[in-house]
């Protein structure tokens, strides 16, 4: 068996945290059924969530499932399969593919392991992993946004064989997917990992990861040679060519993060200066079309974004949002994108929690079709664009309370 060949590390985690020790059950199941399911020869699909902390998430899994399969099944793709994702869920459309894609094995009795990392955990995934439940997948969801509660209980847990995600112990988003991604590989097989351990750096700065666990990490890939500088340009660059690649499966995100460190630094140094001036003109853009209003003690700074950035541009508007907020100076505030039947927000308020305020706005509109959620600071709400006035009336009130 595989398992007896592969001794658990003996340094189980890359830092300390109590957080991931609370979790360890849970890395050491996930690890469990992926070994199994390389020893019985079933298929294994691996999604993730096409930024720098879904591929940062999924790319060690991936070489650790690797390095333990057998040669003759590595260059079959029925076997083992990573596809990344635009959307920042599980959709149904995604589980209809997978499940038409593995049905000849599902009918023989090869049912796969569906992997989902840096999503997974919200109420927009439930209906698609109950679909794959019923079709007998085993699932492992790795994530480290906040999870879709009813009654108190995450939803998605009691649908899945696993699901790992520091909210359920108490601990919070700092905890990013490339983070978790990195910890369960090196439980999978330790001898995978030297070569992926600036990864939970490169996810945690590019996905505004902080606290302790960040600083702890940053630590790590000091050691292995990374300076912040070199970590946030690997970052950029890996969004940059996830933006562009969508869901293609690429081997080009591999090849920048795991490439030698003087190959990264030439590699990068061609594609900043780029991203940099597309970033300044975007910004630039955004605040000269903004509009601030007081609301108590801070400001709502809005924007159509929509009418300032091309679907097809980079950045895209979510990021776009996220470096308007960056670049306003330190207070109180909250940057509101406006698109089409949707608002993406960021926050500095400590108290604003945006999946609280998307709950209060499903039971007053039920006729809206209100999705969506993310972070508690950070995320979008989707909504049928008819609404969209009335929508911000209330969350102009909201936020007043």
């Known amino acids: 068996m595989i398992q007896s060949d592969n001794p658990l590390p003996k340094k189980r985690f890359l830092v300390e945290s109590p957080v991931l020790d609370k979790l360890e059950d849970k890395f050491l199941k996930a690890a469990e059924l992926i070994k199994k399911a390389i020893d019985e020869a079933s298929p294994i699909i691996l999604k993730h969530h096409g930024d720098c902390d879904g591929y940062c998430g999924a790319i060690p899994i991936e070489l650790a499932i690797d390095s333990l399969m057998p040669r003759r099944s590595r260059d079959s793709w029925r076997f083992f399969r990573r596809m990344p994702s635009r959307t920042p869920y599980y959709d149904y459309v995604d589980v209809l593919k997978d499940l038409t894609s593995y049905y000849r094995d599902i009918v023989s009795g090869k049912v796969p392991l569906l992997m989902i990392v840096d999503s997974g955990s919200s109420e927009q995934d439930v209906l698609a992993l109950k679909k794959a439940r019923q079709f007998g997948l085993k699932i492992i969801v790795i994530d480290h946004h906040e999870p879709f509660r009813l009654e108190g209980k995450i939803v998605v ?26 910890e369960l590989a090196r439980l999978i097989n330790e001898d995978c990992s030297k070569n992926i351990e600036h990864l939970p750096a490169v996810s945690g700065i590019t996905d505004k990861s902080s606290g302790k666990i960040l600083e702890d990490y940053l630590e790590v890939a000091r050691k292995r040679g990374y300076d912040l500088e070199l970590l946030k ?18 081997g080009l995100v591999e090849d920048l993060l795991l490439s030698p460190i003087n190959e990264q ?26 509009k601030t209003e007081k609301i108590k003690d801070f400001e709502l700074v809005s924007v159509k974004i929509n009418e300032l950035i091309d679907l097809g541009s980079y950045p895209p508007q979510g990021k776009a949002v996220g470096l308007f907020f960056d670049s306003l100076k330190e207070g109180k505030v909250i ?42 600071s950070a995320g979008t709400i989707h909504f049928v664009d008819s609404s969209q006035d009335e929508i911000m009336e209330f969350i102009r009130e909201y936020l007043a309370r």
Not at 160 to 173: C, Q, S, T, Y
Not at 267 to 285: H, N, Q, S
Request: proline share 3%; glycine share 12%; charged share 25%.
């Open 157 to 182: 847990e009691q649908i899945v064989d696993v699901f790992i995600n520091p909210h359920e112990v108490g601990g919070d988003a700092s905890l990013v997917a490339g983070m978790l991604g990195t």
């Open 233 to 250: 340009a690997l970052g950029k660059c890996v969004d940059f060519d996830a933006f562009f690649l969508g869901f293609m499966e690429s």
């Open 265 to 290: 630094k030439i590699k990068t140094a061609l594609m900043i200066p780029e991203i940099r001036e597309r970033e300044r003109k975007t910004v630039e853009c955004l605040k000269r079309y903004s």
């Open 335 to 376: 940057v509101a994108g406006i698109g089409v039947g949707s608002v993406t927000f960021r926050s500095s308020l400590p108290d604003f929690n945006l999946n609280s305020m998307i709950g209060e706005m499903k039971k007053r509109f039920e006729y809206a079709q209100i999705e969506g959620g993310g972070h508690k």
